[in-house]
């Protein structure tokens, strides 16, 4: 493809990404495709001689869209939100067509003190102390990743990474139990180990870990002669919005000198609001706090924000420093690829910033503002339905609820027969979890293009499927 291809054939893209926004309300929100259809219509070889871009352009359009899930879908309610605000995808463009790697202060000093800019643009528009420092990561993954091994550095004196965990005394690690699988991911990757991360049991509407539990666990790992290192807190878990006390957590994490990482990864978007910071009072006293631009604020995937209260610590961890690496006599510049696991890294920050000056804070915050109105709406009027019951109470956005079974039919099968019904019908699309191991439906409201208007049509398609099934 020459320069003038590229010119047309982005045109063409981009007019493509506009239609398909504006399409996407005719559009069944989960495609409707049976496993192994899209793999069946690919070819089975790679071509030896090149293809006009025609014809792959038709086949991207007939074989892989209609087996697309449609996560900017305004009647996305499943999961979290992945919003994408065109504004940030105007950015992306920008950043595929310059595609730089951003790994070192001099292999793109625009990108590194953007990000430097963008990250402290955020720590204030979430309300954190001065202090912090951050940098963006791939995912909350990576972030909690990096956390974890700089927890398990600093417990072991900086000895790990060079002896390894064999002959150390045994880490620990504590979290509730309403903490993301990437938490367990990274005490796997990490070394320390599933057995080793004690997870406290949770209390209260909020599904917040019991703190004197939690300090009691400490102490008789302590004495046990175990090595505790850290502790990971969760504001908005991924099934029901699992809540930590963090001020209650952090204080027993300082009495008792452990790292402390604040898993905010959807909720941390909700900070923007100042009534909302009641939720994660406490942050500001973490080592560590991740949240997700990319979940519910609009910038594309991927876009993942980590505040560091200590950066030395990570970096101390992280960096490693080979030859050809190195930016002689340039002290005092920020090389983010000794912040993260990978050495490679995108320019993220570009569309951060472009979607906080295109929107402003003030319009995020209605956004999140409706969003949050319009799930205690829909959670209100569903708990005033004689055959629905609320299974958790909204937490910001997300809320379960249940449908409830005739007699004789086992409820989980029901509401799982539910789900599927409701997610084979395409005007919306909800998922599953299990509360108290039952199976409740989850609703969360976060799209950006989601209106009042959608709310209703996802009222009235539940209520109607529901009623349809018994
Ligand atoms: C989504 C989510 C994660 C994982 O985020 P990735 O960026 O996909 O790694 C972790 N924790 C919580 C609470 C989440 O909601």
């Known amino acids: 493809m020459n320069n003038d291809e590229f010119r047309q054939w982005s045109r063409r ?45 038709a086949d991207f359009e007939q074989k892989i869209l209609p ?18 605000a065109p504004v940030s995808v105007v950015a992306e463009y920008l950043v595929s067509a310059m595609a730089a790697q951003c790994m070192l202060w001099q292999t793109s000093p625009a990108a590194t003190e953007l990000e430097t800019r963008v990250v402290d643009w955020m720590r204030q528009a979430l309300g954190l102390p001065e202090g912090f420092s951050g940098v963006m990561q791939d995912s909350a993954s990576s972030a909690t ?3 974890m091994l700089t927890m ?83 504001v908005g878990g991924t099934s029901t919005g699992g809540t930590d006390d963090v001020a209650g957590v952090a204080a027993v994490a300082k009495r008792h000198g452990l790292y402390l990482h604040v898993d905010a990864a959807w909720a941390g978007s909700a900070m923007i609001c100042p009534e909302f910071r009641h ?27 980590q505040f560091i209260r200590q950066p030395e610590d990570l970096v101390r961890t992280l960096a490693i420093k080979p030859e050809f690496l190195k930016t002689h006599g340039r002290d005092g510049i920020i090389n983010y690829s000794e912040w993260s696991v990978p050495l490679g890294r995108r320019f993220r920050a570009l569309k951060l910033w472009f979607l906080l ?32 019951e609320l299974v958790t109470e909204p937490m910001l956005s997300l809320f379960s609820f249940r449908h409830l079974a005739a007699a004789g039919i086992d409820s989980d099968e029901h509401n799982l027969r539910l789900v599927n019904a409701i997610n084979d019908d395409g005007r919306i699309y909800l998922t599953q979890t299990r509360v108290n191991g039952q199976v409740a439906i989850r609703f969360q409201v976060g799209q950006f293009e989601t209106t009042a208007a959608d ?10 499927i529901a009623r349809k099934l018994t």
Not at 67 to 83: E, K, L, V
């Open 357 to 388: 000056r295109a929107h402003g804070l003030e319009n995020l915050r209605t956004m999140i503002r409706n969003h949050v109105a319009w799930s205690e709406g829909f959670a209100a009027r569903l708990a005033r339905e004689s055959d629905f």
């Open 152 to 234: 398990r550095e600093r417990a072991l004196d900086w000895r790990g990474n060079e002896k390894g965990l064999q002959g150390q005394p045994t880490l620990r690690v504590y979290s509730s139990d309403q903490v993301h699988t990437s938490i367990d991911r990274a005490i796997w990757v990490s070394g320390i180990g599933e057995d080793n991360l004690v997870r406290i049991p949770v209390a209260g509407r909020f599904r917040a870990m019991d703190v004197a539990a939690l300090d009691t666990a400490i102490v008789a790992d302590r004495e046990a002669g175990m090595l505790p290192a850290g502790i990971i807190a969760c």
């Open 145 to 147: 990743l990096a956390a």
């Open 13 to 57: 893209a981009a007019d493509w990404g506009a239609d398909y926004r504006n399409s996407l309300r005719e559009r069944p929100v989960r495609p409707l495709v049976d496993p192994g259809d899209i793999f069946k219509s690919v070819e089975t070889s790679p071509p030896e001689t090149a293809e006009p871009m025609d014809e792959i352009f």
């Open 67 to 84: 087996g697309m899930t449609h996560w900017q879908h305004p009647r996305f309610f499943a999961y979290f939100p992945a919003n994408a």
């Open 279 to 305: 939720f994660w009072t406490g942050a500001e006293q973490a080592d560590s706090i991740v949240f997700n631009p990319h979940k519910w604020l609009g910038a594309q995937f991927d876009c993942s924000v």
């Open 455 to 464: 709310i209703d049509t996802a009222f009235e398609v539940v209520t109607e």
